[in-house]
Each structure stands twice: as C-alpha cells, then as structure tokens.
C-alpha cells in the first residue's frame, strides 16, 4: 500500500534509511501508478532540497484562473528560495510527483473539469482504481510526499476541527496524517472557519510539534497573523525548522512538524476586516446544513468567503502562500545541508 509508514519499516538505520530518504523505491517507481517528475527524480537522487506543493487548493479552493496563477508564482517562489518544486496531484488515475505546466493547466482548468475530485487519504485508492482527477488535500499530499522522501510541503491553510467539530466529528484527516508522515507543513495556520482552540488541543494529543515561525508565538490565522492562541514552539530560521525534522527522523520518528508563518505584516489590517465575513460565512453553512456534508464543507466556506469579500480574501490568499512557499524552500534548502 502507499504508506510512508509501511515503506519505511521500522528499522530505521543505516542503508535503510538512506534508500528510503533518497528515492522510491525501484519496485514502486516502475509498476506502481505513480509518475515522479525527471526534475524532482534528479533532485532526489541528488538530495537537492525539494518542497512539495498540494492541488487541492487548486481545483477546489480558488476559482479560475487565480488558482493557476498563484500554483505557477508558488512553483516560482520555491525555485527563487533554491529548491525544486513538486505540485502533487492525481490525473488520470495516476499520482504525479511534480507536474508539467501543460498538466498543471489541466487540473486547474476547473471550469471544463467538473469530475476533478477532492482527494484526502481515504479517497486515493478508489481515485486510482477508477483512474479519475484529483487535488490533493494536505492529507494525501503529505503521504506522497513522505513516500517520495521529501521533507518540506508548503501550502496556505490546512484543514482542522470545525467548529461544533465535537458534536459533528468533522476533523481533517489532515490533522492525522502529521502523526506518520515525516514532513514539515509550512502553511500560515488555520482559517477561522475552524475551531482554532480545539485544533490546537487535538495537535497536542496527537504528538505534533505545532512550531511558530517568526518573531512572536501567536499562532496565525491565514487572513490574520494572530488566532488569540501561542503555538507551543518558535523558530525565527530555516535551520533551526529543517532540525526539528533532522533530529525526529534520526530518531526514527515517524511524525512530521507543524509551522505556522504569519502572512506579511501589510496584509494585517485587511485580514482583521475580512474575519468579519468569515464569521458570516460559518453562520450561514450551519444554517443550510451545508457544515454537515463532508468533504464539501470546506470548498464551500472558501467559496462563500470570497463571494462575502468581493474578492479581497483571495489577494491575502495568494499573498500568504506566496510567502509560505518562499520560506518552505529556504527550510528545504537548511535540509538539504543537514544531509550532506
Ligand atoms: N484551507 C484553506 N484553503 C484550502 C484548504 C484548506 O484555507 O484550499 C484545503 C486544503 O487542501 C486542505 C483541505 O488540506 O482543504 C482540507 O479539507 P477538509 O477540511 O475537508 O479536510
Ligand atoms: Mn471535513
């Protein structure tokens, strides 16, 4: 099966671990259904630092062609820090580990594509077997980026608890996936669309470091550099992040790290504004049920928050994950040191 966890075995020393941090295995890459990028291939074999970049926000969480736009300027921003981008997504029933700019086009071309699905951990088996599209979310997006052997994913926003989240159960698999994927997610926090208080508390049961990156504790709030709530940890440099996931793996944990980077100081006071709306929006999903429908809770209340601020909350969206991206590549490259 494509676990990180089962590929990575439980002895992790030696040869063993170098194989499995350098590339996928040969067995994997020849028959299985996965196609890693010849630029992603070399920078694997070569332990160039890499950051892993997820679709999901591309076929569900923009609207095109911002989505297409921001995915090409993230790509770029990663490649200006140093390091080699890997977007990761699903086509055809194949996972791809670093997409061409004509596959990119393809995914984010939403318009024409309406079958293209929302791929979380449980939906890449059946994605697969019935050869569709996908984005991946956070979830899928860090297992194939553990099984490639890449240590650095950056996106904007992860999923969490909603709110009622403890009634409704509806917790991202994402939270779960940073207990056996060792990788660090660079993102600027959570949306308040979630319960950002029970988020926390759900990270520290589960063991994941939740690590501010910056100059304060807060943890951020996408739209806003602070939720009301301090992350545990703090880190102002990208090496002291890449070591957080240098030490864990020497000592054959499996768990990645989680880094909130607070969006650019100019965006502050906008975001503040733009939480009013996000307040509208939760209001208005728990009122036509639609907080009780899965997986489309959250494409939905991206949606109606960009309806709500005619637009705005999608040039802060753009502007953090520009910014997450550019400092996902500096931690990819202090990795990259770590290991040579
Ligand atoms: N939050 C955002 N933008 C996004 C997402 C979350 O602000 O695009 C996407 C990410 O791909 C994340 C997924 O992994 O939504 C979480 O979905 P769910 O809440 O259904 O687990
Ligand atoms: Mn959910």
Request: glycine share 10%; with cysteine; net charge neutral.
């Given at each position: 099966?494509?676990?990180?966890?089962?590929?990575?075995?439980?002895?992790?020393?030696?040869?063993?671990?170098?194989?499995?941090?350098?590339a996928?295995p040969?067995?994997?890459?020849?028959?299985?259904?996965?196609?890693v990028?010849?630029?992603?291939?070399?920078?694997?074999?070569?332990?160039?630092?890499?950051?892993?970049?997820?679709?999901?926000?591309?076929?569900?969480?923009?609207?095109?062609?911002?989505?297409?736009?921001?995915?090409?300027?993230?790509?770029?921003?990663?490649?200006?820090?140093?390091?080699?981008?890997?977007?990761?997504?699903?086509?055809?029933?194949?996972?791809?580990?670093?997409?061409?700019?004509?596959?990119?086009?393809?995914?984010?071309?939403?318009?024409?594509?309406?079958?293209?699905?929302?791929?979380?951990?449980?939906?890449?088996?059946?994605a697969?077997?019935?050869?569709?599209?996908?984005?991946?979310?956070?979830?899928?997006t860090?297992?194939?980026?553990?099984l490639?052997?890449?240590?650095?994913?950056?996106?904007?926003?992860?999923?969490?608890?909603?709110?009622?989240?403890?009634?409704?159960?509806?917790?991202?698999?994402?939270?779960?996936?940073?207990?056996?994927?060792?990788?660090?997610?660079v993102?600027?926090?959570?949306?308040?669309?979630?319960?950002?208080?029970?988020?926390?508390?759900?990270?520290?049961?589960?063991?994941?470091?939740?690590?501010?990156?910056?100059?304060?504790?807060?943890?951020?709030?996408?739209?806003?550099?602070?939720?009301?709530?301090?992350?545990p940890w703090r880190?102002?440099?990208?090496?002291?992040?890449?070591?957080?996931?240098?030490h864990?793996?020497?000592?054959?944990?499996?768990?990645?790290?989680?880094?909130?980077?607070?969006?650019?100081?100019?965006?502050?006071?906008?975001?503040?504004e733009?939480?009013?709306?996000?307040?509208?929006a939760?209001?208005?999903?728990?009122?036509?049920?639609?907080?009780?429908?899965?997986?489309?809770?959250?494409?939905?209340?991206?949606?109606?928050?960009?309806?709500?601020?005619?637009?705005?909350?999608?040039?802060?969206?753009?502007?953090?994950?520009e910014?997450?991206?550019?400092?996902?590549?500096?931690?990819?490259?202090?990795?990259?040191?770590?290991?040579?």
């Amino acid at each position: 099966p494509l676990l990180c966890t089962t590929i990575r075995g439980t002895s992790l020393h030696g040869r063993h671990l170098k194989r499995f941090l350098s590339a996928l295995p040969d067995s994997l890459r020849i028959h299985g259904p996965i196609d890693v990028h010849p630029e992603v291939q070399d920078a694997l074999a070569n332990k160039k630092p890499i950051v892993a970049l997820e679709t999901t926000i591309v076929t569900h969480g923009m609207p095109y062609p911002v989505n297409l736009k921001t995915a090409q300027s993230v790509e770029s921003n990663v490649r200006k820090a140093g390091a080699i981008p890997a977007t990761i997504g699903i086509i055809g029933g194949r996972v791809k580990i670093g997409l061409e700019p004509r596959e990119l086009g393809y995914l984010a071309d939403v318009e024409n594509n309406l079958a293209v699905v929302k791929v979380s951990r449980r939906d890449i088996g059946p994605a697969i077997a019935l050869k569709r599209d996908g984005g991946t979310t956070c979830s899928a997006t860090l297992i194939f980026a553990a099984l490639a052997g890449i240590k650095v994913f950056a996106t904007g926003g992860l999923g969490g608890v909603h709110r009622g989240g403890e009634i409704s159960m509806d917790v991202s698999a994402d939270l779960h996936e940073l207990t056996r994927c060792p990788v660090a997610l660079v993102s600027a926090g959570v949306k308040s669309i979630l319960d950002i208080g029970r988020t926390l508390e759900y990270l520290e049961t589960l063991g994941v470091p939740v690590i501010s990156y910056g100059p304060t504790e807060d943890f951020p709030a996408f739209y806003s550099r602070h939720s009301g709530f301090k992350s545990p940890w703090r880190v102002e440099d990208p090496i002291s992040a890449a070591k957080v996931l240098y030490h864990q793996s020497q000592l054959g944990m499996t768990n990645g790290a989680l880094f909130g980077v607070p969006i650019p100081e100019r965006y502050q006071e906008v975001g503040e504004e733009l939480q009013r709306h996000v307040e509208q929006a939760v209001k208005e999903a728990e009122e036509n049920g639609v907080s009780r429908r899965g997986k489309e809770a959250t494409p939905w209340l991206l949606r109606r928050v960009g309806e709500l601020t005619a637009g705005r909350s999608l040039t802060s969206n753009v502007a953090l994950i520009e910014n997450t991206a550019l400092v996902g590549g500096q931690i990819a490259v202090a990795y990259a040191d770590l290991q040579h």
